[in-house]
Every structure is written in structure tokens, then in C-alpha cells.
């Protein structure tokens, strides 16, 4: 699990690496290399790895994802997958 983190927190820094260097080659070239596609192309690439890789990591059971917020971790009280909350009830009183 901790070598997935550091996979993934380590493609994170190469993607911000490479959105640097293309504004780096935006600046310096202005306009007349390709120096700046080809950086946001490989900047593109890592996210889309970067994600594949939490998604696989979170279907398999190698990293834990976050539950619901709103049910609070108490799974009795849940809906069944894809089933909408329940609206709270009301009391009964209304503010004047």
C-alpha cells in the first residue's frame, strides 16, 4: 500500500515538473517549437496513469477509498449501492 502511495505521489511531482517546463517553453520559445505540446502531451499522459492506477489500486483493494461522508461509517443505516438517501423527517413544527 505505501509503495502505491509513493508511486503515485512521485508521478505527481513529474506532472507538475512537466507543467513547469511547458511554461518554461511557452515563455522561451514563443510559439516557434512544439517543446510546449509535447510537455502538456506527456503532463496529460501522467494524470491519466495517475488515475488509472488510484482506480485499479481502489477496485482491488490495495488502497483504502474514503467512505460516504454522510452515513458517517455506519453502514446499517446505508442505502443499498446506488439507491438515493432518504429525505430527514420533519418534525412537525415550523419556524414563524
Avoid at 505521489?9 to 510546449?36: E, I, P
Amino acid at each position: 500500500m505505501l509503495f502505491v502511495k509513493f508511486i503515485v505521489l512521485l508521478l505527481l511531482a513529474f506532472v507538475v515538473v512537466s507543467l513547469f517546463s511547458g511554461l518554461y517553453f511557452l515563455v522561451k520559445d514563443k510559439g516557434q517549437t512544439n517543446r510546449t505540446a509535447n510537455a502538456l502531451t506527456v503532463r496529460i499522459g501522467l494524470s491519466i496513469v495517475v488515475i488509472m492506477i488510484i482506480i485499479i489500486a481502489g477496485a482491488t483493494g490495495i488502497i483504502e477509498i474514503n467512505p460516504n461522508p454522510v452515513y458517517e461509517g455506519n453502514e446499517a443505516t446505508a442505502p443499498a449501492s446506488g439507491a438515493a438517501p432518504e429525505p430527514a423527517q420533519e418534525t412537525g413544527r415550523r419556524r414563524e
